[in-house]
């Protein structure tokens, strides 16, 4: 899991010009942006880190598995495609869009008795960013608009405290969670795989 943004960028966009700050106020700051980016990596429903990784995928029955969309898009490298441990070629049995992460079998895999579950191996490398300079670089729509939904859960929590109620059986408190801002929501649904597309 990488950071979306940075403090510099959240105080360069807030305005936040003061030369000094205390360590417990960037602490803050960076504990929001890790928060905010945890958000939005789940939103997505995508991998943002660019890294090698392994997905396992179970073969469907009835017509079979035509495609699987993996996890972590786009794919900057594939090193194996397998189906019950046997590597595949690519063009012959398989293609690959690499900018929506979508492996597409020229024949379907069709579920076996024993073997469906993890039929299907993909190891590749994918995703959004390798870091967080590159993540800004690529996605500076996104970087603004999670340092707004930063501002905005900061200054709310400033003025909405945690909740605290006494009961019988002692104190409860109930720690407030914030939904993604409209604009995030905008700009978020610009970068999703289009729904209907596996």
């Known amino acids: 899991m990488i950071n979306l943004a940075t403090v510099e960028l959240y105080r360069s966009l807030m305005g936040d010009a ?37 997905e396992y995928f179970t073969a469907k029955s009835g017509a079979g598995t035509k495609s699987v969309a993996l996890l972590a898009y786009p794919v900057s490298e594939l090193a194996s495609v397998s189906v019950w441990g046997s590597t595949l070629s690519q063009d012959s049995s398989f293609e690959i869009d690499t900018e929506e992460g979508i492996v597409s079998f020229l024949v379907p895999v069709y579920r076996a008795r024993d073997l469906y579950q993890r039929a299907i191996c993909v190891t590749y490398t ?67 795989r289009p729904k209907g597309i596996v």
């Open 126 to 192: 994918g995703g959004m960013a390798e870091d967080t300079a590159d993540f800004i670089s690529k996605y500076p729509d996104i970087a603004t608009e999670v340092c707004m939904q930063v501002y905005f859960e900061i200054s709310r929590q400033k003025n909405i405290a945690d909740k605290t109620t006494a009961t019988g059986a002692g104190i409860v408190t109930t720690h407030l969670t914030y939904e993604l801002q409209p604009g995030l929501v905008e700009v978020l649904q610009q970068h999703m």
């Open 18 to 54: 003061k030369p000094n700050v205390a360590p417990e106020y960037v602490a803050s700051i960076e504990a929001r942006i890790l928060s905010v980016s945890a958000k939005v990596e789940k939103y997505l429903g995508r991998a943002i880190e660019s890294k090698e990784r392994t």
